[in-house]
C-alpha cells in the first residue's frame, strides 16, 4: 500500500523543489549556527543518534543530493508552533523499515531565506507495518504515533514519530510540534 500512495505524492517533487529554488533562491544552504543541545548535560540517545546520522545534511543541498524533496510546505500546528518544511526521501518510506540513521523525513524551518535543519521525522505506512509486527514501531524507547485516516495529509494510517534534534522543543524531544519552530520565515 505504500508504494502506491507515496510515490504517486512524491512524482509532484521536482515541481514543488522547483517552486521552492525560484521562492528561495540558490541560497538555501543553512548558516553555521551555533548548536543548541551543547548546553544541556547529554540527550537522550535517539537524539544523538540522529543527529550524528543527519549532521551532512544541515546543508539542504545535501539533502537533495541524497534523495530528500520538500513534500506540503511548511506545516504549522493547529494552534500552536510547527513543524517546518518536511524533505521526504520516497523510498525509505516504502521500503516499512524503521532505521535510527535513515530517518524518511529531515524537517527544516524557513529562516531569512534560508532553510534550517531542525528535526526529523520517522515515518511507516501503518497497514505495511501492521502486517508483520503486532503493535506500533518503537524506536530507542520512543513508540510511534498512529496518525489515522481521514487526516489534513490526505494520506491513508501511518506511524510517526518526531524527533527534534536540532532544535530544543519545550515541550520534549519527541512531541509533534515545536514552539521554537515557525512557517513565518518562508
Known amino acids: 500500500m505504500t508504494r502506491k500512495f507515496i510515490p504517486r505524492a512524491l512524482g509532484y517533487l521536482p515541481l514543488v523543489s522547483m517552486a521552492l529554488f525560484l521562492a528561495l ?6 548558516a553555521a549556527e551555533e548548536d543548541e ?32 524533496g520538500p513534500f506540503l510546505g511548511c506545516v504549522s500546528g493547529p494552534d500552536h508552533g510547527a513543524m517546518g518544511i518536511h524533505y521526504v526521501n520516497g523510498p525509505l ?21 534560508e532553510l534550517r535543519l531542525v528535526g526529523v521525522e520517522f515515518i ?6 501492521l502486517k508483520s509486527h ?15 485516516s481521514p487526516n489534513r495529509y490526505n494520506l ?10 536540532w ?8 512531541v509533534d ?6 512557517c513565518d520565515g518562508q
Open 134 to 148: 503486532p503493535a506500533a514501531p518503537v524506536l530507542e524507547g520512543q513508540t510511534f504515533l498512529l496518525v489515522t
Open 37 to 68: 543541545h551543547a548546553h544541556h548535560a547529554s540527550p537522550p540517545a535517539l537524539v544523538q543518534a540522529v543527529r550524528d546520522a543527519t549532521k551532512q545534511f544541515i546543508d539542504v543541498n545535501n539533502a537533495t543530493a541524497a534523495g530528500y
Open 93 to 113: 518510506v516504502g521500503d516499512g523499515e524503521i532505521d535510527a540513521s535513515h530517518p524518511e523525513a529531515l524537517i527544516y524551518e524557513p529562516r531569512n531565506g
Open 167 to 174: 532544535r530544543d522543543n519545550p515541550q520534549g524531544s519527541f
Open 124 to 129: 511507516v505506512d501503518a497497514a505495511t507495518w
Open 156 to 165: 491513508p494510517p501511518f506511524f510517526e514519530l518526531h524527533v527534534w534534534a
Open 177 to 182: 510540534w515545536n514552539n521554537k519552530v515557525s
Open 25 to 30: 533562491g540558490p541560497s538555501t544552504s543553512v
